[in-house]
Every structure is written in C-alpha cells, then in structure tokens.
C-alpha cells in the first residue's frame, strides 16, 4: 500500500489521539477536536532531552518519597527495553489479531505509580506506550513530517536520538496538553504519552526514556502464543507458544481439566512428615478445572494467603490469590477463582520463586469464558 504525505499525517495524528485518549483512563474523556485545533504556545525546550539535575526520588503508593533501585524491562516483540524505577508499575498488554492468534495487532504497556495488583488503583504518573503493527510501514521521511504539520496539534515538536533511535519530542495543545515521545521503531510510529503534564513527571519520564535501548532483530509482530479452545467451547485462551498442554479425562465431578507447562518446568516431590513436599525448581505448571455449582468457592489454603485481590472475567468478579500450601517447601502457588453462569472455574499455577511472570499475567488477561 503506498502512502501519500496526507495519509502518513492522517496516521500519525489518529495515533497521536489515540495515545492521549487512553492515557490515565481515570480522567474525564475531553474532545480530541477541540484539542487538534488549538494553536499553538511559542514553547520551545531544548532538542536534547537532558534528566533534570534536581528530579526528586520517585513517589510511593502514599504520595512519600523514596530513593528507588531501577529494574530494567524488556518488552520483547517491540525489540526494545527501558529502565524504570524499582517501585513504579509496569504492565504489558501485547493485544493479538482477531483475525491470526500468531500475529499481534498491536502492543501496549504502562508504567505508573498505581495499578499494582491490590494497590491503589489511581496515581498521577504514567507513561503509556502504543504501537500497532497493523498499520501499513512508513519511511522515516514520510515519518518526519509531523515537524511540517505540527502547528494545531502540538506546542512544540523537537527530534531526539536515544541509543541509536530517532524520533520526535513533544507536547499537545489544548487542554489534554500530554507529552508524548514519537519513535520510528522498523518502519512503525512507537508513541508514548506521559500523564499528568507536570514538569516532575516530565523529568522522570525523561529519565527513563535515556535508558532506552535497541534490541537488535528483535522487533516482531509474531504473538508467540496459541490458542487454545476448550473441547466442550467452555472458554479460550493463550498460552505460550512453547508450552505442552493436554486435556485429561475428567472425573463426574469435572466438566472440564486442562493441564500446561513451560518446557524448563521442573518440580521435586518428596515424603514428608504428613504429606509430600513440592520443590517446584524451575518454569511453570498450570492448571484450570471446570466444574457445576459451587457459588462459594471459598479460598485456598487460608493461612498461606500471601496476597488477594479481585479479577475480572466477562465482567463478572472473581478473586484472585497468591499463597503457599503446607506442601509448597519451593516456589509458589497462584490461583484465580470465577463462579460464572452455573459453573465454577479454577486456574492455578506452580512455579518457581525466579520465574517470568508477566507469562503468567498473561494467561490470565487471555481467558474468555463462553456465553
């Protein structure tokens, strides 16, 4: 498909909209018109983005201050990482193609001082990325246009180079005045918002944004994951790519039981004092039964509950727990719980105390249950 320079502008404006209307959802949804047709402020910083001298320590859940570590994220199909601050947030929501579970449409993520699972659900910093691969590729001429066009949408544009990548520094007009970094990321527009427009918040965007490196080849629009549909269309789900999986023959009590495992799962099971005592060494193994009734499902091992919190599925609440079993002598045990029309579903896992997690997380936000 061949883009001319009025369809290349069209897209970045529409992504452009895009990135600030899903930024800090717990705002009020404001007209994106009146925003693009607000002229611009004569606001001009510098075109190197340099972390403020004076940036305070990053802000808590309590609104306190804190000198944080960093931990470094990858986020893998978009072939970059960044490095954040220990105690902020940080989600991944690579969304899949309605149309082929092997492709992504697109890719999300945040990174905020609120949303941890049974933390506060609202805060005042958040940097939002979004790419979508489905759009068609543009050049890096066709990309840089946006300096050409930017009077009404945007109060300043400056190009930056982090690391090998180019891209655009900005802020919107109008009164959803965020700032957004541009990058041309292999043919695609990376964009990522930053919400409040504060001038602390822009600095300690500004410093995560220096940290950010390229991975070489490692940009993909491959989902790496399958899907996988329950015998009976009870529900679906993703689970990665490399995982084994089996439907074992159920019980009377079961409608359904599902079993998967990464390929390095390893687990240690040895006689103790009263009952076995599970190692679990390496990778993870899941679990998710179906079964009739049982409205109360009550919770697992009470006393070794570490965390819980509500979950979401079909817009019905479920509850969510973290927790060890008297068995549990390695790793941890992580389970959701759902009753939904008749039926009771349990998802749990085992895994080892180092295992990546966001796959976990990922499983669990892929889960949809039949009507």
Same mark, same amino acid.
């Given at each position: 498909?061949?883009?001319?320079?009025?369809?290349?502008?069209?897209?970045?404006?529409? %992504?452009?909209?895009?990135?600030? /209307?899903?930024?800090?959802?717990?705002?009020?949804?404001?007209?994106?018109?009146?925003?693009?047709? =607000?002229?611009?402020?004569?606001?001009?910083?510098?075109?190197?983005?340099?972390?403020?001298?004076?940036?305070?320590?990053? /802000?808590?859940?309590? !609104?306190?201050?804190?000198?944080?570590?960093?931990?470094?994220?990858?986020?893998?199909?978009?072939?970059?990482? +960044?490095?954040?601050?220990?105690?902020?947030?940080?989600?991944?929501?690579?969304?899949?193609?309605?149309?082929?579970?092997?492709?992504?449409?697109?890719?999300?993520?945040?990174?905020?001082?609120?949303?941890?699972?049974?933390?506060?659900?609202?805060?005042?910093?958040?940097?939002?990325?979004?790419?979508?691969?489905?759009?068609?590729?543009?050049?890096?001429?066709?990309?840089?246009?946006?300096?050409?066009?930017?009077?009404?949408?945007?109060?300043?544009?400056?190009?930056?180079?982090?690391?090998?990548?180019?891209?655009?520094?900005?802020?919107?007009?109008? =009164?959803?005045?965020?700032?957004?970094?541009?990058?041309?990321?292999?043919?695609?527009?990376?964009?990522?918002?930053?919400?409040?427009?504060?001038?602390?918040?822009?600095?300690?965007?500004?410093?995560?944004?220096?940290?950010?490196?390229?991975?070489?080849?490692?940009?993909?629009?491959?989902?790496?994951? =399958?899907?996988?549909?329950?015998?009976?269309? %009870?529900?679906?789900?993703?689970?990665?790519?490399?995982?084994?999986?089996?439907?074992?023959?159920?019980?009377?009590?079961?409608?359904?039981?599902?079993?998967?495992?990464?390929?390095?799962?390893?687990?240690?099971?040895?006689?103790?004092? !009263?009952?076995?005592?599970?190692?679990?060494? =390496?990778?993870?193994?899941?679990?998710?039964?179906?079964?009739?009734?049982?409205?109360? %499902?009550?919770?697992?091992?009470?006393?070794?509950?570490?965390?819980?919190?509500?979950?979401?599925?079909?817009?019905?609440?479920?509850?969510?727990?973290?927790?060890?079993?008297?068995?549990?002598?390695?790793?941890? $045990?992580?389970?959701?719980?759902?009753?939904?029309?008749?039926?009771?579903?349990? +998802?749990?896992?085992?895994?080892?105390?180092?295992?990546?997690?966001?796959?976990?997380?990922?499983?669990?936000?892929? $889960?949809? $249950?039949?009507?």
């Amino acid at each position: 498909m061949k883009l001319n320079r009025t369809n290349i502008f069209a897209i970045l404006i529409a %992504l452009a909209l895009l990135t600030s /209307a899903c930024g800090m959802l717990q705002l009020e949804l404001e007209s994106a018109g009146d925003e693009a047709t =607000q002229l611009a402020d004569s606001i001009a910083p510098p075109t190197e983005i340099l972390p403020s001298a004076d940036i305070q320590p990053t /802000a808590t859940e309590e !609104g306190t201050l804190t000198d944080a570590a960093t931990k470094r994220y990858v986020f893998e199909e978009l072939g970059i990482s +960044l490095e954040v601050p220990a105690d902020l947030y940080v989600k991944k929501e690579p969304i899949v193609s309605l149309n082929d579970s092997s492709k992504l449409e697109s890719y999300l993520f945040y990174i905020q001082n609120y949303g941890q699972p049974g933390g506060s659900p609202s805060g005042d910093f958040q940097m939002y990325g979004h790419l979508q691969y489905e759009l068609p590729p543009v050049t890096w001429e066709q990309f840089s246009e946006i300096q050409d066009n930017s009077e009404e949408m945007y109060q300043y544009v400056n190009e930056i180079e982090i690391n090998g990548l180019r891209g655009f520094d900005t802020q919107f007009s109008g =009164q959803r005045n965020r700032f957004v970094y541009l990058f041309y990321l292999d043919g695609h527009v990376l964009s990522i918002a930053v919400s409040e427009p504060t001038p602390e918040n822009k600095a300690l965007a500004d410093q995560i944004i220096q940290s950010l490196e390229l991975i070489p080849g490692g940009f993909t629009d491959a989902s790496h994951v =399958q899907l996988i549909t329950e015998p009976n269309s %009870l529900y679906q789900l993703l689970i990665p790519e490399d995982w084994g999986y089996t439907f074992n023959p159920t019980p009377p009590i079961n409608l359904s039981e599902f079993e998967a495992q990464s390929p390095d799962f390893e687990v240690v099971v040895e006689e103790g004092a !009263g009952h076995s005592d599970i190692y679990y060494k =390496q990778g993870v193994q899941m679990t998710l039964i179906v079964f009739e009734g049982g409205p109360d %499902l009550g919770e697992p091992y009470r006393d070794g509950i570490e965390s819980q919190y509500s979950v979401y599925f079909n817009g019905i609440e479920g509850r969510e727990y973290i927790f060890h079993e008297p068995s549990t002598a390695e790793g941890e $045990l992580r389970e959701a719980r759902i009753f939904y029309d008749g039926k009771s579903y349990i +998802l749990r896992f085992g895994y080892a105390d180092d295992v990546y997690r966001d796959a976990i997380d990922r499983i669990i936000g892929s $889960l949809q $249950l039949s009507e």
